[in-house]
């Protein structure tokens, strides 16, 4: 397998809703370009693409696969992305190093959420998109409705390429209306007819909208058709492959993945009228200027968009050639670290073969193994150059972790940060204040795996606990209180003896120390024993167990024995003190706010709202995003917002997205707070 040259690449990748069959459409590109011997994933065959064995045992992909395909001198490279809501990042990942987005879609269905977040994202990246109706042989599909639900979702700009040559059982192949043929496969062989006399006046319809359609890309043809004048076939092919790079016209073909049948079409056009990577236009660059793909540019550029921690090689990364060629041993510097990266060997990817090549020209898409780069980064000569980072999706999904050995604490924390700089939609931190190890990803089951393989690479055993929210404690008034220990042991005894005023602070200040005492009642030397006993308090809370704050604490008076007294005794004179007069203060237990900003279709804006209300937040804001989009802002306690990212999933059928950030604390509502006291009293009642 040879380096195409870059106006002969194609990056095409693969997205839509889960289980629409965008696997099974790579899989039959495969077997009929010869790079299989047979349909992988049907009919028994093991699927050259879904090989991870989490992807066997769920059926669906949670990792982008490459499939290389050479159809008529070109290379198309398809990329195969996950569309579990879970895994989702890598279709951005994939997305972002594309010049095309190809939407699949079921017949019998139509687009579907995943399908719409995922187009708006690629609209977002300014990538040229296309639509395969698959299952078209499903006694239940109705094309019709499907192309009418596209347009509704999408606009009008969308136009078919291929019509389905009759339907469910009796479907048998596609009519081409950029050649105005009827084709039909049988195996790897295709066949060309002239177009059936009852399919005729549709295809000429159909024809009639794609020259309107395309003729948009140029004025004089455009002016040349609206004059009545038809426009030539090589007229119509040439608008064709500009229409779909300026984005004016979305082709969308039609078939079945499992019958081979109207991929051929797919192959063909992408092959002669979808974008190269020189169409696409320029990357933008971190600083503001852009980078123009291209091989004449001698500056070896690569950008690394997918990482993989593989148990026998090691890190494998997958690049795209941006500028310049790569040679294997060839150096670069990584623009973030400013460091050295040697790719020793130069790969290409099919599935989990990898095949071993000389050189990679701008535009292609390669791995490479054994280098420090993470996803995101940007290799060349001078590490001068770095690309704009593409957007994740919002990690908001957060769970706490306990290895079931404790003395696997370390080794589970070192795996699971290895997998966040694989993935950055995953982020592990260990919270100084609650102790607990908290995961953030994107869902429930992309957590799943990552435990699964933790299990099995390290033989490490994790389970899920309950997140800590981290409450505080606060006073509403003031109050005064003496705290007075002694002890006498026989020898030298312990005497302390303070009163202190608590006073909340209204400010926004944690706490502040006065001391008020005056003529000696408290020698000079013992006040810091009295500050130190009450933050040790401040820190046990004095209601929940939680951390006191808001707090100005005044020591006003106290005595001393000459003998006895010491540190240790006024440490302890002081948190008698506190907790006194603190209880006397009408204490409260305060919990941490949240802001949230809810995306979602105007349609689940009720449902939203009310979940809000119900989990004892406030709706401060409702609008409109580009998108058409209802995007509703509101505060809410963190303690409700642990599930949000499972909830919100289950409200929206997946397409809501949010993102939070610190509001501050506010005090608990009566019940929360009796219930966290009454928690705290039987845990000490244990000897918790």
Known sequence: MGAPKTGNVRNVVLVGQGGVGKTSLAEAMLHLSGKTARLGGHAGTKPTLDYDAEEVKREFSISTSIAPIDW???????????????????????????????????????????????????????LA??????????????YDACMKALRERFGMRLGAVTLPWGTGDSFEGVIDIVRMKARHCEGTTQEEFDIPEEYREAAEAAREQLCEAVAEADDDLMMKYLDGEPLTQEEVEGLL????????????????????LGVHSVMDDVATYFPSPTDYGEMPLVDGDTLKISAEDDRPVAFVFKTLNDPQQGRISFLKVLTGTLTPGIELTNARTRKGERLAHLYV??????????????????????IAADTGDTLS?????????????????????????????????????????????????????????????????????????????????????????????????????????????GGAGQFGDCYLRVEPLLDGTDYEFVDEVVGGRI?????????????????????????????????????????????????????????????DADPVVLEPMENITVTIPESYAGAVMGDVSGSRGRVTGMDTDEHGNTVVTATVPYAELVDYA????????????????????????YDVQKHLVEFYEESRAQGH
């Open 129 to 142: 998109r296309a639509v395969f109706i698959n299952r078209i042989d499903k006694e239940n599909a109705n």
């Open 646 to 669: 499972t909830r919100l999933r289950s409200i929206t059928r997946g397409t809501g997205d949010f993102t939070m950030e610190p509001a501050g604390y506010e005090q608990v509502p």
């Open 381 to 489: 000569v001078s590490g001068k150059i770095e690309a704009a980072a593409f957007q994740f999706p919002n990690s908001q999904y957060r769970i706490a972790i306990e290895a079931e050995n404790r003395s696997d604490e370390d080794k589970l924390f070192t795996f699971i940060d290895r997998a966040c700089e694989a993935d950055p939609t995953m982020k592990i931190e260990r919270d100084e204040e609650t102790g607990q190890t908290i995961i953030s990803a994107v869902g429930e089951a992309q957590v799943s795996v990552l435990l699964n393989r933790l299990e099995e690479r390290t033989k490490v055993s994790a389970h899920i606990v309950p997140i800590k929210i981290p409450y505080r404690e606060t006073i509403r008034r003031v109050a005064s209180a003496q705290g007075r220990h002694k002890k006498q042991t």
């Open 241 to 260: 492959s500009e229409a779909i790079a300026k984005r004016l016209f979305v082709p969308v073909f039609v078939g079945s993945c499992t019958k081979e």
């Open 72 to 126: 008529k001198d070109v290379r198309i490279n398809v990329l195969d992305a996950p569309c579990y809501p879970d895994f989702i990042g890598d279709a951005y990942a994939a997305m972002s190093v594309c010049e095309t987005a190809l939407f699949v879609v079921d017949a019998a269905e139509g687009p579907q959420p995943t399908t719409v977040k995922l187009w708006y994202a690629a609209e977002d990246l300014r």
């Open 523 to 583: 020698p000079r030397a013992l006040i810091p024993a009295v500050d130190k006993g009450v933050q040790e308090t401040m820190k046990e809370g004095v209601i929940a167990g939680y951390p006191l704050t808001g707090v100005r604490v005044a020591c006003y008076d106290g005595s001393y024995h000459p003998v006895d007294s010491n540190e240790m005794a006024f440490r302890a004179a002081a948190r008698i003190a506190l907790k006194k007069a603190c209880a």
């Open 349 to 370: 990817m099919c599935g989990r073969e990898q095949t071993e090549v000389g050189k990679a020209e701008a535009g292609d898409i390669i791995v490479t193994t054994k």
